[in-house]
């Protein structure tokens, strides 16, 4: 098969070569990332990319466009749907390239960050599929995100901090720099208090915020009983919980992770779950955790990485009601686990 690889940078393309090798299958790797913002950033991630493919023996084809200007015109009214934009622009020149070159397939890379959103891009491959009539040869290259990074780290690659645009650039910029809002000079006297971890025994008692994160209680039922809850304490209310349940010697489940709604985005969620692999790593060597799809980029940030397996339409098949997580249809169940012993 002759296959197009759209790809974003040499990092993401380590592993996505390897397993397409093995499968007998040899890439020509296609670069065009008119989203990669500003220039500097740009060149260090085609440059890389082009001395790993050389390095490796991969033929390489660099479709140059350092397109700020098109890119930021085009998303700047919806900013917070730009992705969907990127990967249809991305795509739909790839497999143009393709089909007017005598490729069977085309393929991306992207399909391997779990920071991005694997079914829009799933979707938009399939359309392009339909339109242009040349097979998007779909993988999901997830479960090799972490051996692939730390390949890439291990060979020297250039390793970028941010997904490519300038608006990413500057999400990441907010995370790193929140400013502290200032406090008005006539509460700076009031203290507030530092949250505290403790193990609850009267689980039950907290049914309605667990339904928050899993709304079945049937499905809570299953697992509360056999599982440790921790609640985040703060001025004497429990604001966050989470669940864990024992699977074997070596391995936990973390079932449910909950915030209430109005202490939501301020890092407490985080700050348990930190607190808890500390404490459990002294006896276990891995904590799963099921999630959907938009939760991904969240748990990867905490160090649950390992792409573990998808449960089909779970979502369909275990709810009556329609589950929702923001504006996404929940579907499929997908698992991920973090090695607690890792630094
Ligand atoms: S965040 Fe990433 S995928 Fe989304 S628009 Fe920016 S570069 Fe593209």
């Keep these: ?73 085009n998303v700047i009214d919806d900013l917070d749907n730009r992705c969907q934009y ?33 079914e829009k891009l799933k979707q938009t491959g399939e359309e ?60 700076k006297t009031i203290k507030e208090e ?15 915020m667990l339904l928050e994160a899993d709304p079945s209680k049937a499905s809570i039922m299953k697992y509360l009983n056999d599982s440790d809850v921790y609640g985040l ?4 209310e429990i604001i966050s919980l989470a669940v864990i349940l024992h699977i074997d010697n070596s391995t936990l489940e973390l079932k449910n992770l909950v915030t209430k709604e109005k202490y939501r985005n301020k890092g407490y969620a985080k700050r348990l779950l930190k607190h808890l692999c500390g404490n459990y790593k002294q006896k276990y060597d891995k904590m799963i955790v099921e999630t959907t799809e938009n939760n991904i980029p969240f748990y990867v940030k905490q160090g649950f990485d390992k792409y573990e397996k998808t449960i089909k339409n779970y979502f369909i098949d275990n709810y009556n009601e329609e589950i929702k997580d923001g504006d996404l249809i929940c579907t499929d169940m997908i698992y991920y686990s973090k090695d607690l012993k890792k630094r």
């Design 128 to 187: 392009l599929e339909k339109e242009y009539g040349i097979h998007f040869y779909y993988q999901d290259f997830r479960e090799g995100f972490r051996q692939g990074q730390n390949e890439a780290r291990e060979l020297g690659l250039y390793m970028q901090k941010y997904c490519g645009c300038i608006f990413s650039e500057e999400i990441r910029y907010y995370n790193h720099n929140q400013a502290k809002p200032d406090i008005p000079m006539d509460l």
């Design 194 to 208: 530092k949250p505290q971890i403790k193990k609850i025994e009267n689980k039950e008692a907290y049914m309605d």
């Design 86 to 118: 990127c990967y249809r622009t991305r795509l739909e020149k790839t497999v143009q390239y393709a089909k007017e070159n005598g490729y069977d397939a085309f393929c991306t890379t992207l399909l391997i960050s779990p920071y991005q959103n694997h």
């Design 1 to 73: 098969m002759k296959l197009l690889l759209h790809t974003c940078c040499a990092p993401c393309s380590v592993y996505c070569i390897q397993k397409l090798r093995k499968d007998n299958i040899e890439p020509v790797i296609y670069w065009y990332n008119p989203n990669i913002h500003p220039y500097m950033e740009y060149k260090a991630r085609r440059d890389t990319l082009k001395e790993y493919t050389k390095s490796i023996g991969v033929e390489a084809i660099f479709e140059e466009n350092y397109g700020l200007r098109e890119f930021c015109k």
């Design 233 to 236: 304490k703060l001025n004497d």
